[in-house]
């Protein structure tokens, strides 16, 4: 029997590399050189499954209309905003992601970024490296105290509420949190959370607001300027979520004007170029790192060939989103 066709889009772990590479007849981008669009639209002629990560774009107009030969995308991350999954749908293409396994690391990156943000970390490095620190002195490079402060969670799904966790247990934080969608009680009882009932009532009460909702369009720019301005002159925002819940220009301006204190970043609209207002604040800015650890970055690509095996196995991905 012929093995079915991959396309892995990226340099992955290498233990998941030789997985596929045993199971299919997989191509895989050793130079790891970022596919464009336009290649990749080509792929579906060729390969009988896509395996895409957040780098690659796959916008409506990727999907073929006719002769398609790849009927499943196994993406590698649990986010997929950058996949039409509504073009994917209509296309006869299944689409898969890998949650859970990233949650922890992911959560522990929201908490660096909070402590980062709040201590003023990467201000502090800055200063050391360029060899400009003058000594010890009490009002030198004050920050804000988290222990105790108010831990405000918007989209309490598996990685919000395992930041809660974080927040709560090791920092003896008070957690409130708004969904958009129901949250069972015993969930929210792990950690004493308190739902409120609007975005709004979130940025008015919290200390540290940590997003964790998925991007898209539905939440696209969901931090606008007028929002910044309910949040407390105290506060900090973090974001591990997707660059675009956040308008970059009106977080710039409002860090600019103390709107708010400082503010913790790991995605980008338009990654990876940062969005050139945010250099010039004293925004934490990482690159996009909150599942990169080795045994989460080997989980998920394991959990994306689980999900190829059932598929070409003929049986229902277990982690299907579309
Ligand atoms: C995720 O899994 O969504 C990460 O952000 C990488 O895509």
């Avoid at 004050?142 to 105790?148: A, F, N, Q, R």
């Avoid at 995605?267 to 650890?293: C, F, K, Q, R």
Wanted: net charge negative; proline share 6%; charged share 25%.
């Amino acid at each position: 029997m012929t093995k079915p066709k991959i396309l892995v889009t990226r340099r992955w772990p290498k233990s998941v590399e030789e997985r596929l590479s045993q199971t299919y007849d997989a191509t895989l981008n050793t130079d790891d050189k970022p596919m464009s669009t336009q290649e990749i639209a080509e792929a579906f002629a060729e390969f009988d499954a896509i395996c895409p990560t957040v780098s690659d774009k796959l916008p409506a107009d990727i999907f073929p209309k006719e002769t398609l030969r790849a009927k499943i995308l196994g993406n590698y991350g649990v986010g997929f905003s950058h996949i039409d999954t509504d073009a994917a749908k209509a296309a006869g293409v299944a689409v898969t992601n890998t949650p859970d396994v990233l949650s922890e690391c992911t959560a522990d990156l929201a908490i660096t970024l909070m402590l980062m943000a709040a201590r003023r970390a990467s201000e502090g490095e800055r200063e050391v490296r360029a060899g400009q620190w003058t000594g010890w002195r009490p009002t030198h490079m004050v920050g804000t105290k988290v222990s105790g402060a108010t831990f405000g969670v918007l989209g309490f799904g598996r990685i919000g509420r395992t930041a809660a966790k974080r927040a709560h247990f090791g920092f003896g934080m008070k957690v409130i949190y708004y969904d958009a969608f129901p949250v069972k009680p015993e969930l929210a009882a792990e950690t004493g959370a308190e739902a409120r009932d609007s975005i709004e009532a979130v940025l008015r009460e919290a200390d540290v607001v940590s997003l964790h909702m998925p991007g898209g369009k539905e939440n696209y720019h969901l931090i606008n300027a007028q929002r910044l301005e309910m949040m407390k002159p105290t506060a900090i925002l973090v974001n591990t979520a997707r660059g675009e819940v956040v308008d970059a220009a009106a977080l710039a301006a409002a860090l600019k004007a103390g709107t708010i204190a400082g503010a913790g970043l790991d995605v980008y609209e338009g990654e990876p170029t940062i969005p050139p207002p945010l250099l010039d604040t004293n925004a934490v800015l990482l690159p996009h790192l909150g599942s990169a650890t080795e045994t989460t970055r080997e989980a998920m690509g394991m959990m994306v060939a689980d999900n190829l095996d059932a598929f070409f196995a003929g049986k229902e991905p277990p982690n299907r989103v579309a």
